[in-house]
């Protein structure tokens, strides 16, 4: 096609079908620049069709434009540099038809698609923002000046609606009118209005197409309409498509004011018709139109937009805020479910690597994964043979057995002054480097004292049963040990509390190192007879010092030691055959408590050793236990042990086995059978499996949970998207008929619903961890089931919650994307705006 500078758009062999039947057939036909061209048809003849395709808003389909040679050539003017687009070129390139959209066109509509969440201001705003990004301040003035043309100046700030449907319309007029345009297309601008406004928003196009400054030169208006009088009134041009789509040369009416001010018509430019004969014209019109409605209501193919170019980055998604904030907001109610449904599965995350954690610090434990194994005495001497074969290597790898333990378990007679009696009390021996043992430094296990540190220690490590079964405190530093005596009874020897203990492995009450028990049951002379203290001649007394007093200072026990010597200088009569002189105090560390010792020496002459006795000393110590100053103190009688240095351990009748993995707990009691001929405890190996099985169930359910919560996410992401993308179908049509293309929609909805997702995800975050630390689900849990004090079971910080972050935010990214592209963006602006679309 020759370049014709009147012309802005040339029009060749324009066809479109719907379900194969034709619903515009357009030959050839030239739309002249800078006039006002009114296009009347009944419904359905494709005046809309014609409107849509020549605006960008939907185009033909690929055979459609190669059947029939189709072409259209749009020519801007100077505002181009005598630039032509060819449209069967914008067809193939979406980037380019957003272009032409966003720079040349403008639009108007028979709905007034003002978004209802911006006042009139923003929604008048809102197309220069597209097209150019001008900000509020720069075009305020020029802003108010439209409004006064179209009398809404007073509502500046009112909402859509707040106004009357020719005041929207109107403002639909000025949102058209603020941007720059060559080409401003209307589809049926006065089809909801009465006959007064209708004439308004004529009078205002006519306007419009008059304007002849720099800004308005050579703007051309093409209005569909079905109104003939208002069409002959102020076109310029009029252009009739019949019935069938089809547009034959007797359809094109030009008109032109004569020298009286009249407009006077032409039919297909060579017949003059005198504007007094208007009823003529009419009768002209009203052939070509032929009133008999037969057609389908036109439809179009869809289109597939691609990559625009995109308007003001900085002013308009402030905008676009605006419209969405409504639905998407972090404030919405979307938001407030979404925080929900994210507040269940991350606090159910954090319980169960909480939870899961806590049951493989329980498989680690000795506590727990300790095997008991009983050695039947005929075949004790084979532990040495089954030791060495539990800690090969290949047993090591194949059942992971980290140590075997020998011990022995046994029973003291416990002296119990608050119920007066004697008891049977059970423990165990224990090797200094029995994993048992170290675990139960740990501060949750340990509440008083220290653990074992000596293989000499002979003092109890003693457990919170024991001490209530026996009616002894937390204070007590010493417990009492009946020992019998062979020709003299029973004797209550005082035993140091080496620490005091939550619980102990197995049924156990007490720990004694394998010392202790060869001194109480295998040495001999027995070091617990209390003829040593008589055959050392002294009395030994402890008193516990303050707490936090310096270990130096043993300020208690110089006050003993002044106490006795000056009891016995006053009683020096009584005691003089026996000579008694304190020593210095001795610092005592044997207990859980730090104390010191007195021992008072004792000289006695030779007519006096027959009377110094068991007797004796008891009696010189129940004299002392009347002084106050010596009562007040808290002071207990000890004795002289002379422990066997020369100790052979006897075999023992015990093996404690720990395991670092419960997964083959069952064939290593099977090993043991059928290699040894020994039994496990069933009941120890039936509780160890089922630990394995919770542990392994746990890690399943968290990835479950994670699975299950991505997907359930996504959909309802998906959801809340796709209902506000449909309800918002034709704002966005109007957004992109104005320029806003494909990827900036996209882009900013991805912006938007990760912002969404992402404050969501932080607010629940917050929320489960502060649910989590405050031990609600611990006080939750005690409801139902005896769960174990102190032990933290809500764990958020982890790799799970890492992976659920990462994946919650993919399936939204997904979705969104996913949604937004497929969905509702790829649809054209015709298809958005005339609802062309199914839900």
Known sequence: ?????????????????????????????????????????????????????????????????????MEIIFSPGDKSDGKEYPYSELWQNEEEQAHVRQRYFSFLFQHDNLLPDLDVSENVFLSTVIQDGKDELF???????????????????????????????????????????????????????????????????????DSNDEINKDQTILVVSHDINLALTFADLIIVIQKDGFLSKDGVFESYIDQSGKRVWKKNAHETISISNEEKIKSLIKERMNTEINGEQEKDGQETHRETIYPDEKSFPLYFNKIVDKDLSHKSFHALVLMGILLIVICAIGFSDGSMKYLEKKMRDPFVTWLDLEIPMENQQKIPVL????????????YYVE?????????????????????????????????????????????KGDIFRNPDDYGLIVSERFLELYGYSYEDVFVTMSVAIPGY??????????????????????????????????????????????????LIIFVPEKDGAEQTELRNGRALQMALQKYFDKNTRQY??????????????????????????????????????IEALDSIYLNLMDIPEVASLNPIRLYTHPFNENIVIPRHDHLSIN????????????????????????????????????????GLLSLFMILFSMVTIAVFVYYILYMHLYKMKTYLGTLKAFGVGNQLLLRLYLKKMMKFIGIALTVSTVAAYLVGKSGFLEVIMRLFYTVERGQEVFNLFNWWFLAFIILVCFAGFVSVYY?????????????????????
């Open 1 to 69: 096609m020759a370049k014709d500078i009147d012309t802005v758009l040339k029009i060749q062999n324009l066809k479109r079908s719907f379900g194969g039947k034709t619903v515009l057939d357009i030959k050839d036909l030239k739309i002249p620049r800078g006039k006002f061209v009114v296009i009347l048809g009944n419904s359905g003849c494709g005046k809309t069709t014609f409107l849509e395709t020549i605006g960008l808003m939907s185009h033909p389909t690929e055979a459609e434009a190669s059947a029939e040679k």
């Open 139 to 209: 075009a305020r003035k020029y802003l108010i000046e439209k409004l006064n043309k179209v009398n809404i100046d007073g509502k500046l700030h009112d909402r859509p609606n707040q106004l009357s449907g020719g005041q929207r319309q109107r403002v639909s007029f000025s949102r058209a009118d603020f941007r720059r345009f060559s080409l401003l297309f209307a589809d049926e601008p006065t089809g909801n209005l009465d006959e007064e406004n209708a004439r308004q928003i004529f009078q205002l196009l006519r306007d419009k197409a």
């Open 387 to 398: 030791v060495d074969s539990l800690l090969s290597s290949s047993v090591r790898e194949t």
């Open 403 to 447: 140590s075997v333990n020998e011990y022995s378990r046994f029973a003291l007679h416990i002296w119990s002054e608050k119920k007066n009696g004697t008891f049977i009390s059970f423990g165990r021996t224990i090797q200094i480097e029995d994993p048992i043992l170290k675990r139960l430094e740990n501060q949750k296990f340990l509440i």
């Open 489 to 538: 009874g029973d004797v209550n020897i005082p035993v140091p509390i080496r620490g005091i203990v939550k619980d102990l492995p197995g049924k156990n009450e007490f720990l004694a190192t394998p010392y202790l028990h060869f001194q109480r049951y295998h040495s001999d002379p027995n070091p617990f007879h209390p003829i040593h203290s008589v055959t050392n001649k002294e």
């Open 576 to 613: 003089e055959h026996f000579d008694p002189w304190p020593g210095e105090p001795q610092k005592f560390n044997e207990a859980h408590r730090f104390g010191s010792t007195v021992a008072t020496s004792f000289l006695p002459d030779t007519a006096a050793i027959s009377k110094f006795s």
């Open 659 to 698: 395991i670092a993995n419960l997964d083959h707990v069952a064939e290593f009691k099977d090993y043991l059978y059928l290699r040894f001929l020994m039994d496990l405890d069933i009941a120890k190996v039936e509780s160890l499996e089922n630990y394995n099985f919770v542990a392994n169930l746990t």
């Open 819 to 839: 949604t937004s592209k497929a969905k509702i963006l790829s649809f054209s602006p015709g298809d958005l705006l005339y609802n062309r679309i199914e839900k």
